[in-house]
Every structure is written in C-alpha cells, then in structure tokens.
C-alpha cells in the first residue's frame, strides 16, 4: 500500500503560562453557536478548564472522542500533592460524566480545531489566548494510504466481468468455510 503525507495539527499546552482566565473556553463556545458568535456558555466549550485557584493550579482539557461506555478503571491525578477528582483531566465524552456534552441536547462535543471556510488561521482558542499558554503546531506524517470504497468496487466490478459473478461467490463461500 502506498504512503501519503498526512497534515497533523496539535495544540501544545504550556501550564506555566495559563491563569485560568477562561478566554479559550468564552471563544470556543460563541464560535461554535448557532448563529456563529450569537452567545457564550463554556458548558458548550470543546476546551474546559480544570480549576484550583488557592493553589493557582489550572489545566486546560481539550474535548476529545466520544465513548458509549466508561473506562474498567479511573485515572488519579496528583499534582503538587493536591489529589484530582477521578476523570478529571479525561478528554473524552462519556456516560459518566457531563463534561463535553451539549447541555441542551446532551450530544457529545469533539474539538475539530475551528475547521471553516475559509480556514482559522490558528484555532480561535490560541488566538484569544493572550498569555500564549496554546501553541498551535502543524507537522506532517507519512501514513498508509486509505483504500476508498470507490476503489474497492471498481476492483470488485473488474473481477465479476472477467470472472463472472457466480465463480465469486463460491470462491466467497469458500474462503469462508475455511478456519
Ligand atoms: S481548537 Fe477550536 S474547537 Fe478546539 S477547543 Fe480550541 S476553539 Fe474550541
Ligand atoms: S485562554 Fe489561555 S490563559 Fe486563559 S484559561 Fe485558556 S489556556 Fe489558560
């Protein structure tokens, strides 16, 4: 199978630099209401803020896949020797928490790095965030080429005409019966 280039985005974090100030999660919701910009509610933000101010500790946790069902195990987090709840800086959007939902129809939210069209020069929440705490970077990988269904039935049509439809399906049948 051939390789093709890949474009990968990521966000870097930088947890030094981040005061809590909740500009990445303002931005991240009024860029994705309906209509765009129309109001803000972080409950609806693909970045979330995990918070512990007296120890000036604050974590931003990007939305990530959804799951229909929760982890055998929690992950604990200590930090400074402070304990975090359980879950608590997870990505992901999962039956046992609120977190990364739409608070009205409770479907998952996925960060997809404010895709538009035109395309965000930088994602809004590295643009807005003025302590330079999210680093956008950009890289390319190498990676298998995807077969395209197009092509898989392009294949399979040249095959039934040179082979006949009938002879396929044996073979199908075949190669299946085998263990
Ligand atoms: S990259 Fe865009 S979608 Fe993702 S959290 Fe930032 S503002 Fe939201
Ligand atoms: S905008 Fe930047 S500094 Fe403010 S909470 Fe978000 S990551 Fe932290």
């Known amino acids: 199978m051939s390789k093709v280039k890949k474009k990968v985005k990521t966000i870097r974090i930088d947890l030094d630099k981040c005061n809590g ?17 129309s109001s803000n509610n972080p409950a609806r933000s693909r970045i979330r803020m995990i918070r512990d101010p007296i120890r ?3 974590v931003p946790v990007y939305a990530g896949e959804y799951t229909s069902a929760e982890c055998m195990g929690r992950d604990k987090y200590v930090i400074d020797g402070k304990e975090y709840d359980e879950c608590g800086f997870c990505r992901a959007s999962c039956p046992s928490r609120d977190a990364f939902k739409e608070p009205d129809s409770g479907l ?14 930088k994602p809004l929440c590295v643009q807005w965030c003025l302590n330079d705490a999210l680093i956008y970077e950009e890289r390319e990988e190498e990676v298998e080429e995807e077969v395209k269904l197009d092509d898989v039935e392009v294949g399979l049509g040249a095959m039934v005409d040179k082979y006949g439809l009938e002879k396929i399906m044996d073979t199908v049948a075949r190669i299946s019966k085998k263990d």
Do not use: G, T, W
């Open 56 to 58: 000036d500790v604050y």
């Open 108 to 121: 998952p939210l996925k960060c997809d790095m404010c895709e538009d069209d035109p395309a965000q020069e």
């Open 21 to 37: 100030c909740r500009a990445c999660e303002m931005i991240c919701s009024a860029f994705h209401a309906n209509p765009r910009y």
